[in-house]
RNA sequence: GUGGGCGUAGCUCAGUUGGCUAGAGCGCCAGGUUGUGGUCCUGGAGGUCGCGGGUUCAAGCCCCGUCGUCCACCCCA
């Protein structure tokens, strides 16, 4: 056992899996850079008090933050999202609007970690700030569909809902509450505990002995006002015209409590685990104001990395790329060869890799083997006397002999390229 | 934060009712006569059995603690 291990809910993520976050990435950043979406790199901790402004009856904010005082006596944190950061660098910089900006990259929560949930895990998304446009919602939702067929995935269910207002948010809240304690005797002890808190969070409960109350519970259609609901009709309209395919979940309130108006979340039906939301997200009109800036709308989505992929190994969708070198080159004279063969190849474009240590034939031809080069070029003791070079396609057991001088046109001729 | 399962070579795992120098497969290294990989054969390296206590003549096997990991809950990506 080595002496250090990673931290808990931490890990290193190596080949091939590390080509596959950053095919990942590319996927994402091509999809939505077509949509006028450019990249933001917000710092990865903060001011605490710039997640507090996220609702302090947000549990990611009220138990998982990964805070702490730096050398200079701040108190700051580890952002446990990066919603708050882009809105936070949006009153900073006060960019013209609508500003739409996508990020990638990790955030921290002090939880207890489990397959699919980790302490620093990574998100990719994007935020659209200035306008309450219904389009732009649908635009938004939209691009999270697309990016999810680009992967490849095709087992991924659209819930979309609206929260209404400001106003109409804590009004049904309150018809929540109301309606859950004339039902208290039947309610689950832990669903009693969130409506003390966030009565909206009881309709999330998955628990058996909540989901009748829950399923009878009045929808907030019947709370939210004229505007709000017309706002969530055209988005629901501009989503067909895009052939955009959700259904309407009227019990869908998500974890953060800045979300107004519209909410959605995307759900792999083919994960068997608890965590099948790989991607969540929605309208907060008052998060803006909320972080000292001007009354501005926005909306974003945030797609975990790692349960994306969990989805797609379960679709067998979206594989590891290939990560192999062109060509391999052994060297069984002095490894000089080695060296400037490979330059000359790396500086032609020709990705190349050899054998270091002076081994054997043997071993030289097995690493080629394992390094998938599809050429293997060979210099022994004749070639380096005759200034030639042994050219092996590895799929084939026939080779043959060129002329030094014509190593990167005879290597690329091979190639294809 | 609560409850439960697991923790033996780089990886996946065996290890019988506690009993001699702890095993396998894969991987890695070296060979298999005269420079050549992917198949095959032979040999080799590599483990304080997570860590710390305890019980016992004797513990990888039992007990306690601790750390890690996985699963469920909570919550969420």
């Known amino acids: 056992m080595p002496e250090f291990k990673t931290s808990p809910g931490t890990r290193d993520i190596l080949a091939p899996d590390s080509g596959r976050w950053r095919a990942f990435q590319d996927v994402f950043a091509k999809t939505v850079e077509a949509a006028g979406y450019t990249l933001i790199i917000p710092p990865m901790f903060e001011d605490l008090d710039v997640f507090l402004r996220l609702g302090e009856a947000t549990e990611v904010v009220s138990k998982e933050m990964y805070d702490f005082h730096d050398k200079g006596g701040r108190h700051v944190a580890l952002r446990p999202e990066q919603t708050a950061s882009v809105c936070r660098a949006f009153v900073e910089h006060r960019p013209t609007t609508p500003w739409k900006v996508w990020y990638a990259g990790p955030n921290f929560r002090y939880e207890k970690p489990q397959q699919g949930r980790y302490r620093q895990f990574d998100q990719v998304g994007i935020e659209a700030l200035g306008t309450d446009d219904p389009f732009l919602d649908a635009e938004v939702i939209g691009l999270g569909a697309k990016f999810f067929s680009n992967l490849g995935l095709t087992r991924v269910k659209l819930s979309v809902n609206t929260l209404g207002d400001a106003g109409d948010r804590a009004r049904y809240s309150q018809v929540l509450f109301e309606y859950f304690s004339r039902h208290e005797s039947t309610l689950s002890s832990e669903s009693r505990a969130t409506l003390a808190r966030n009565p909206l969070r009881v309709l999330d409960s998955k628990r058996k002995p909540d989901q009748e109350l829950i399923a009878n519970a009045p929808a907030i259609r019947d709370t939210i006002g004229g505007e709000a609901k017309a706002h969530f009709e055209s988005v629901l309209g501009a989503l067909e015209a895009l052939n955009v395919p959700y259904q309407v979940n009227n019990r869908l309130v998500r974890g953060l409590d800045y979300y107004r108006r519209t909410t959605f979340e995307f759900v792999s039906t083919v994960l068997e685990s608890a965590h099948t939301a790989i991607g969540g997200g929605g309208r907060y009109d008052g998060l803006v104001e909320a972080l000292g800036g001007p009354a501005t709308p926005g909306i974003g989505f945030a797609l975990g990395l790692d349960r ?103 290597v690329l001729k091979v190639l294809r390229r």
């Not at 050899?354 to 050429?375: E, F, H, I």
């Not at 070639?383 to 990167?408: F, K």
């Open 308 to 410: 994306t992929l969990l989805a797609c190994d379960a679709e067998g969708a979206f594989a590891a790329p290939k990560n192999t070198v062109e060509v391999f080159v052994v060297d069984t004279v002095d490894g000089m060869h080695a060296q400037t063969i490979c330059n000359l190849l790396r500086a032609s474009g020709v990705t190349a890799d050899r054998a270091y240590d002076l081994r054997s034939m043997k071993a030289q031809m097995k690493a080629a083997d394992r390094s998938g080069a599809s050429v293997a070029l060979i210099i022994g003791p004749g070639e380096a006397q005759n200034s030639t070079i042994t050219l092996r396609p590895m799929n084939s057991g026939e080779q043959y002999s060129i002329p030094r001088s014509d190593l990167v046109g005879e």
